[in-house]
T-cell receptor
Framework: AQTVTQSQPEMSVQEAETVTLSCTYD???????LFWYKQPPSRQMILVIRQEAYKQQNATENRFSVNFQKAAKSFSLKISDSQLGDAAMYFCAYRSATAGANSKLTFGKGITLSVRP | NAGVTQTPKFRVLKTGQSMTLLCAQDMNHEYMYWYRQDPGMGLRLIHY???????AKGEVPDGYNVSRLKKQNFLLGLESAAPSQTSVYFC?????????????FGPGTRLTVL
């Protein structure tokens, strides 16, 4: 079974600075997908970014980028120019790409990010 | 286009009572999921459905039942609620088996069992 580990329960960043959130995972599969979801106080789960394991290039979405290290099974999220609206809980998630898989997500426990004005 | 909606948003039950949570999606998605979120635990899959009329167990299915009689609806039932089922419940849906497809989440239901 796959597991996703987010070892830092909380992090804090100064507004306009850069912060990196860590995530590691364990799997025996070679083909899979990784995601970062944001959960603000409204509770809504919002997809921030996703990475296909077969792609060597790291995904980017505006101020959000990932550092995907397949051999190390590491998938960190970098938030540049942090804004007050980035304050939220962030979840790392894994999804198998195996044919016939039910495409369910396996989540880490999450990390609470606070942004200091 | 409302996306994924959940009813109700909040509910308080007494131990032993039953209730049904409704999830509806208007995106014609094939796959639907029920997760629960507990402090320090992340989201855990309860049950899921890969199409109308089909359901399957997830990671934590005990104490819950589900039904997918219509493609757009996925119901989560608690027959005899227990305090351990106090949680926030999320429904999600996705289009197909294509793993690049995004799961879209509803706004959640906060359930308290006294």
């Amino acid at each position: 079974a796959q597991t996703v580990t987010q070892s830092q329960p909380e992090m804090s960043v100064q507004e306009a600075e850069t912060v990196t959130l860590s995530c590691t995972y364990d799997t025996s599969e070679s083909d899979y997908y990784l995601f970062w979801y944001k959960q603000p106080p409204s509770r809504q789960m919002i997809l921030v970014i996703r990475q296909e394991a077969y792609k060597q290039q790291n995904a980017t979405e505006n101020r959000f980028s990932v550092n995907f290290q397949k051999a190390a099974k590491s998938f960190s999220l970098k938030i540049s120019d942090s804004q007050l609206g980035d304050a939220a809980m962030y979840f790392c998630a894994y999804r198998s790409a195996t044919a016939g898989a039910n495409s369910k997500l396996t989540f880490g426990k999450g990390i609470t990010l606070s942004v200091r004005p | 286009n409302a996306g994924v909606t959940q009813t109700p948003k909040f509910r308080v039950l007494k131990t032993g009572q039953s209730m049904t949570l409704l999830c509806a999606q208007d995106m014609n998605h094939e796959y639907m999921y029920w997760y629960r979120q507990d402090p320090g635990m992340g989201l855990r899959l309860i049950h899921y459905s890969v199409g109308e009329g089909t359901t399957a167990k997830g990671e934590v299915p005990d104490g819950y039942n589900v039904s997918r009689l219509k493609k757009q609806n996925f119901l989560l039932g608690l027959e005899s609620a227990a305090p351990s089922q106090t949680s926030v419940y999320f429904c999600a849906s996705s289009y197909s088996k294509t793993s690049t497809d995004t799961q879209y989440f509803g706004p959640g239901t906060r359930l308290t069992v006294l």
